[in-house]
């Protein structure tokens, strides 16, 4: 439960709530104001402002007096089952695997050409990445480092590639190791070529992330890279999540899809922001 709050944490406040909202919807399907304001022990006008900047990040349906939880519009009844046993796809890894797919392909193919044999490459949990992940069978040498259990389970059996999965915590329905249990392995590590994903990508708060317990790993991980590839569908871009973890001067690619909006693209590109755009049609 979060605590009640005290003056000068309230950002860590404000996202311990917003994973308490989510969570709840997990289990619940719906919340009231009402219900919300009694758990956290907050004013209703704290508990709108929590609904309205989930619901701006597309995490949560807001409803007159409260929140419903997000679910897929079209899907197999299968999936279905899936969404209904989760309450909710925002923590749900195989429901973010399915989503803009081929954006993703066209991504992890312009990200494949930067990899090199005898090179220690680091993938983080997203789904982005274990996209590219599937792409590695044609190297002869790789050490992977990744916080991705999908990552993980999809090239342990690679002869040619070492995969050293970071240690930390394992959240139900999510598809990476969270916290900084596994700092010290970082440390003695030299990762040549980072591959990175994100919820959001702004010019001022650069790379941003919800889960506050995994975005203090990435920032661990992207200290011990001498280079950063952030790989963007182009739907992240310019929407700004609950913490940043890497600041837009410190990215050396950005790697995304032909969605992106041409002025987005200009605006980026004259900041100086390295942008591959490939063709997903």
């Known amino acids: 439960m979060p605590s009640t709050p005290k003056e000068g944490i309230i950002i860590v406040l404000a996202i311990e709530r917003h994973k308490f909202i989510l969570n709840l919807l997990a289990e619940k399907g719906q919340v009231t ?7 956290l022990s907050v004013s209703p006008a704290t508990i709108r402002n929590d609904l ?10 807001k409803t007159h007096g409260g929140a ?24 749900n890894f195989k429901t973010r695997e399915n989503k803009n797919s081929l954006q993703k392909q066209a991504i992890s193919d312009g990200a494949l050409q930067y990899i ?30 990744t916080n ?17 999965l970071i240690g930390g915590i394992v959240t139900k329905y999510a598809g990476s190791v969270e916290g900084i249990l596994g700092l010290d392995l970082l440390n003695h590590i030299n990762i040549d070529l980072a591959f990175v ?9 650069g790379l941003t992330d919800f889960n506050i317990y995994e975005v203090e790993l990435k920032r661990a991980m992207m200290k011990s890279s001498k280079r950063i590839i952030a790989l963007l569908d182009s739907s992240k871009f310019e929407n700004v999540s609950t913490a940043s973890f890497l600041p837009s001067k410190n990215i050396d690619m950005i790697i995304t899809d032909d969605g992106i ?12 922001i390295n942008i591959k755009v490939c063709p997903s049609r």
């Open 33 to 39: 104001t009402t219900e919300l304001c009694d758990a």
């Open 52 to 61: 309205h900047k989930l619901h701006e990040q597309n995490l949560i349906h």
């Open 68 to 91: 419903t939880c997000v679910l897929k519009k079209e899907s197999s009844s299968a999936e279905n089952d899936d969404a209904e046993a989760t309450g909710s796809n925002t923590f």
């Open 116 to 145: 090199q044999n005898n090179q220690c490459i680091l993938l983080d949990g997203s789904s982005t990445a274990l996209s590219l992940a599937k792409k590695l069978k044609n190297f002869n040498k790789l050490i992977v480092i």
């Open 148 to 164: 991705g259990i999908y990552t993980m389970l999809t090239l342990k059996e690679n002869p040619n590639i070492t995969v050293i």
């Open 197 to 205: 994903s994100a919820n959001g990508f702004t010019l001022d708060e």
């Open 261 to 272: 909006d041409e002025s987005l693209l200009n605006k980026y590109l004259a900041k100086g």
